[in-house]
């Protein structure tokens, strides 16, 4: 353990301790959550370990409190993070589009059971994909990371809050059950300063400081309350000092800028991993403990002589629409597992536009696929 509490070596642990872990490397101070299955090892590592680095957990009375308490502890000047499932997720989505609108920089992990409603509670499933994207009204962009074993919970942990204090928006980490209670070596390794991001701030006098000033560009800097800066948020719709604007105007330029900063950096943001896809004419989309499986089925697939290759999605969303637009002319068709009956599939299907076919491999949860049937798939396509 380093002289900050922070551990760095080689453990045997899960995804879910793994992610705690990535959060404290990160910088992460602050948690609040509510216990739920199968993300309460987070929140139980969390309480263990935050007050070792002088953080602070808190176990609220809810999912709604703890998203609420989360932003404003980023407010307040500290990394902050909670953890939850699908139910949990449902109940926070009213506070994540507050925190989009805010511009709060903070992490939601939502390790996926099978739904809807109670569900199996303690079983795998992927059907949240969707709702990390749309589920807050309006219009706006998020930006989610997919695991897929407890290293990359770990790392994408790091990720997660660099990418939000980059860009000052809450950032998903959208794990599943079978990747958070998975146990493998997980190497953590001594985190250098430089390799932290911490949201920008303010370079202006109190007297001159606006909270939304996007006059430098799209990410405003952003001050500490109590820090002796003057200003006001809100959900609504607000101007450049943070206040209610009830107009058409200052409602298209937020929302642009909202979208944009975001949406213009994509190439930044957006990360996938490719295997054999040089050659391939059938191409695996998918993510998640779904990538795993889905690996060992390209590797059979060309051992029977079919040319298949593997695009694993690490980030979600944003959605890597350019890339598949790219392979869609050189490929017969794309084969998505998902546990789920069909989200990202379509996605795929939207930015294939007909170039190639899109071909879910649904599994309803409870269980992983059997690469047998992802290999079926895979051959069926190839003809």
Not at 17 to 43: H, L
Not at 103 to 124: D, H, K
Not at 322 to 331: E, G, N, Q, S, T
């Amino acid at each position: 353990m380093s002289k900050d509490g922070a551990l760095n070596g080689e453990f045997f642990i899960n995804g879910d301790i793994a992610c705690a872990e990535g959060a404290i490397s990160a910088g992460c101070r602050f948690f609040a959550g509510y216990p739920i299955t199968p993300a309460t090892e987070v929140a139980e590592r969390m309480s263990e370990r935050l007050p070792q680095v002088g953080g602070v957990f808190i176990q609220m009375e809810d999912e709604m409190a703890s998203m609420n308490a989360v932003l404003g502890a980023s407010w307040a000047g500290v990394k902050a993070m909670t953890a939850t499932s699908g139910p949990g997720f449902s109940l926070m989505m009213e506070n994540l589009g507050l925190g989009v609108m805010l511009e709060t920089p903070c992490v939601v992990v939502n390790v996926q059971r099978a739904g809807p409603s109670t569900g199996l509670p303690t079983l795998v499933a992927q059907g949240d994909m969707m709702q990390a994207r749309w589920g807050a009204h309006g219009h706006y962009e998020i930006i989610a990371l997919v695991p897929d074993s407890p290293q990359e919970m770990f790392d994408l942990a790091i990720l997660a809050f660099n990418l939000s204090e980059q860009y000052r928006v809450p950032v998903l980490l959208m794990a599943d059950e079978a990747v958070g209670h998975m146990s493998e070596k997980v190497v953590i390794p001594q985190i250098n300063s430089k390799d932290l991001v911490d949201r920008p701030r303010p370079k202006v006098a109190p007297k001159e400081y606006l909270p939304y000033d996007s006059r430098e560009g799209l990410v405003p800097p952003m001050a500490i309350a109590g820090g002796g800066y003057r200003f006001h948020v809100t959900g609504l719709t607000h101007d450049d000092r943070g206040y209610p604007v009830m107009t058409a105007e200052a409602q298209d330029k937020l929302v642009r800028r909202l979208v944009d900063k975001i949406r213009l950096n994509t190439k930044d943001i957006i990360r996938y991993e490719e295997v054999n896809v040089e050659d391939a004419e059938v191409i695996v989309v998918s993510y998640g403990i779904s990538a795993r499986v889905a690996r060992y089925a390209v590797q059979e697939a060309r051992d029977e002589g079919i040319k298949a290759g593997l695009l694993r999605l690490i980030t979600v969303w944003p959605f890597a629409e350019d890339r598949i637009r790219k392979l869609a002319p050189k490929v017969k068709a794309f084969v998505v597992p998902e546990i789920n009956y069909g989200q990202i599939v379509r996605e795929v299907e939207r930015c294939a536009a007909g170039k190639a076919r899109a071909r879910l491999v649904p599994h309803m949860g409870g269980s992983v696929h059997l690469p047998e049937t992802i290999l079926k798939a895979i051959r069926e396509e190839a003809r």
